[in-house]
């Protein structure tokens, strides 16, 4: 039985696919088993991790219908027979290192491992994301927005996964990782390792991130922060709890803000009016304390609640394309 479970979704990535696995395959830890899940991919994903699998009997492809990455990572938590779990996506990559410097780190009696990761651009151009030291717990630090990690650059204890019921959820279709973290960060001992050992392809054609702006996609970045408050306030012990759901409250609001901008910039002036005429948002967006908000989210804060309609088209005029 292997120790490490590695869980990649893979779709439509048979151009990075084997890259990935490579690196996964050069890790100076050899304990682990990774299973792909692919996702109903177009390509040929699939018979490129079904040629790998042949000659590594470590690899093991999963084939479903197209269901998410969300879904595609379910369905790796269910099958995982390892005692940590790990994640990474189909097109991006680890140092040789990743599994042996953060194993270290977790044997010394932590849940859960974080460690840094660069970005990796087209033409294998990486740039370095910014570390930071953590003065206070790693989860008020992401719940502040000091602390940017990314589900490939974390290992977790798999059995903490499954005593909580911590799963991706499906419905989400970004923030998902972030929801699916911070619940773990409230119930592990965690720790950060300032090393940058994995590289977090940006900029891929068709990739989530490089998708058109889409407001009903996006409005999940609140109601994952929502699903966090809720398990936060039913699972966390720490004495500081009020304080942690009054940051976590926070971050809600400033999510419900940044979303109602975003609707602004991109003509979605109905929708705006409509979310803002809800008693809860009305609130909420009232109860941002602008002594926390820069000079730009100051503007911006007032400029929503005027409902100047003739302002926001304006706006929109020169939204980024």
Known sequence: MPNVSIIVPAYN???????????IQEQTYEDWEVIVINDGSSDNTSDVVKKLALLDERIILVNQNQAG???????????????????L?????????????ILIIY?????????????????????????????????LATLNENLNFHIGALLVNKEIVDKYKIRFTIEHKISEDIEFVLKLLTVCKCS????KLMLYRKQRPGSATEKGW?????????????????FIEQNYTDPNKEYILNTCNNKIRLSMFRYLWKLIRHGYYKNTIELLKNENWDKEISLINRKNLNN????????ILNENLILWKIISLFKKP
């Open 13 to 23: 990535v048979s151009q990075y696919i084997e890259k990935t696995i490579n690196s």
């Open 69 to 87: 990455v969300s879904a595609a990572r379910n369905a790796g938590i269910r099958l995982a027979k390892g005692k940590v779990l790990t994640f």
């Open 89 to 101: 996506d189909g097109d991006d990559l680890w140092r040789p290192s990743f599994l042996s410097e």
């Open 107 to 139: 044997n010394q009696g932590n849940d859960l491992v974080l460690c840094d990761f660069q970005h990796l651009y087209p033409n294998n151009i990486i740039k370095d994301h910014p570390s930071i030291k953590i003065s206070d717990s790693i989860l």
């Open 192 to 195: 950060y390792l300032q090393k």
């Open 214 to 230: 889409d407001y009903h996609t996006r409005i999940s970045s609140v109601w994952a922060m929502k699903k966090v408050y809720q």
């Open 296 to 303: 730009a989210d100051k503007l911006r804060h007032t400029i």
